[in-house]
């Protein structure tokens, strides 16, 4: 009996919030409409889109923004997305620094702020920087705390299954197996996602940035880490055991340097800020010396970046190996799941002509239809900002693309 009332009571509700997310997404994606053009972009009848919009409006998800052009007769209200109708907390989670950012409905900035953190502090420690981070934020930005639907935390690599908890973390290992999700949520009240920050950045990539309308491509991480998110068929690619776009773990020199994951020459140890450090360091030259000092951090990339551009050999032989490795490795990949777009989310991403180009070239040499295919090497049009807008998408995404699964999202309260 319950079953049956269940069953028949959801279904126009479903139906309601498919329809909703229908116009949220037109909107979102093609920009203001009005009523009229609504309509026609959906199928559904004059009055249901009424109905709809009005509800969004009543919502406050929706806003009229005054009249658009007329065809003939009288100037049409449009719509658009109302920013403050909804907010989310995107973190992004990184061996170095914490930042947090509130993002609002059409994924605007509100309010940001970064905490610089050291994984030796341990899980509690960083647990307080990542709690007080959030505060700050939200009273900077001033919003209505109840419009703010969740909290969603990019993190390096791999995640539980559940998505609660960060399973491995070579560089953040003290937050390994920890309970982030469930503390977070019990401190904030409000739900918690936590997500790889390669696919983070990926998925903002394809619904904010220059993957738009790019079924399948690869967003490669290059940091103090080395990762990818791969999306395929228009969905992100998660794997069996989530491990999926894991590069930075691929061996491909077994007598190379040691990698933090207690294995021996990771793709990363070639490729990731400290292998590039620690390359231009081996012989440094005068200039190098003096941008970077007699020892630079292992992930002070800026110092060895300057160089480079002013042509000291050894910081510019230091950024190619690392593009050769990675370009070879790319190659390799492209030759398994053939695919054309490649983004690098990276600072090194500026630098096109002495290392884009070099990926670009070494990744031909060995991607076996390279000459048939040419293959595009990218820079993210988003940089770091894409792992906090990215957990943001993960956040308000139900009122955009409603499914069965995420059709029971709740309208913000007043
Ligand atoms: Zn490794």
Redesign the pocket.
């Known amino acids: 009996m319950e079953n049956k009332t269940t069953a028949s009571g959801s279904r126009p509700r479903l139906l309601k919030q498919l329809n909703r997310a229908l116009v949220m997404r037109i909107i979102r994606e093609q920009g203001p409409k009005s009523r009229a053009e609504l309509a026609r972009s959906t199928g559904l009848s004059d009055p249901a889109v009424l109905k709809i919009v009005g509800g969004l409006i009543n919502d406050r998800l929706l806003q009229e923004i005054g009249e658009g052009d007329s065809t003939g007769g009288r100037k049409p209200v449009m719509l658009d997305i109302n920013p403050n109708g909804a907010f989310a907390v995107g973190v992004d989670l990184t061996p170095e620094y914490i930042r947090a950012a509130v993002v609002r409905l059409d994924f605007s900035i509100a309010a940001e702020a970064a905490v610089s953190i050291d994984p030796a502090e341990g899980y509690t420690a960083i647990l307080e920087h990542m709690r007080l981070l959030i505060e700050q934020v939200i009273r900077e930005s001033h919003v209505n705390p109840h419009r703010i639907m969740g909290i969603g935390v990019a993190h390096p690599g791999v995640m539980s299954e559940q998505a609660d908890r960060i399973l491995l973390a ?1 560089n953040l290992s003290s937050l390994e197996n920890m309970p982030l999700a469930k503390d977070l949520e019990r401190h904030f009240q409000l739900p918690v996602i936590l997500e790889v920050d390669a696919r983070a950045s990926a998925l903002a990539e394809m619904w904010l940035g220059d993957a738009r309308g790019i079924a399948n491509f690869l967003s490669v991480d290059i940091d103090v880490g080395l990762g990818s998110g791969l999306v395929l068929n228009g969905h992100i690619y998660r794997g069996v055991n989530g491990m999926a776009g894991e590069i ?2 691929m ?1 491909v020199e077994p007598q190379g340097p040691d ?6 020459g ?4 070639l490729v990731a800020f400290p292998a590039i450090v620690r390359e231009a360091m081996r012989s440094p030259g005068p200039m190098l010396q003096a941008y970077c000092g007699e020892q630079a951090s292992p992930v002070d990339i800026d110092c060895i970046i300057e160089a480079a551009q002013k042509g000291d050999a050894s910081a510019v032989e230091s950024l190619r190996r690392s593009a050769r490795a990675l370009g070879m490795a790319l190659g390799n990949l492209l030759n398994v799941i053939d695919i054309s777009t490649i983004f690098i989310n990276s600072k090194l991403a500026a630098l096109d002509e002495l290392y884009l180009q070099e990926i670009r070239s070494t990744l031909s040499h060995y991607f076996l239809l390279a000459n048939e295919m040419p293959i595009q090497v990218r820079p993210s049009s988003l940089g770091r900002k894409g792992e906090i807008l990215g957990m943001a998408v993960l956040v308000m995404r139900p009122f955009f693309q409603a499914d069965p699964e995420s059709a029971s999202i709740n309208t913000p309260s007043n």
Do not use: D, I, N
């Not at 990698?259 to 021996?264: L, Q």
């Not at 990771?266 to 140890?269: A, G, Q, S």
């Open positions: 070579s930075g773990h061996v990698c933090a994951c207690g294995k021996k990771c793709l990363e140890t």
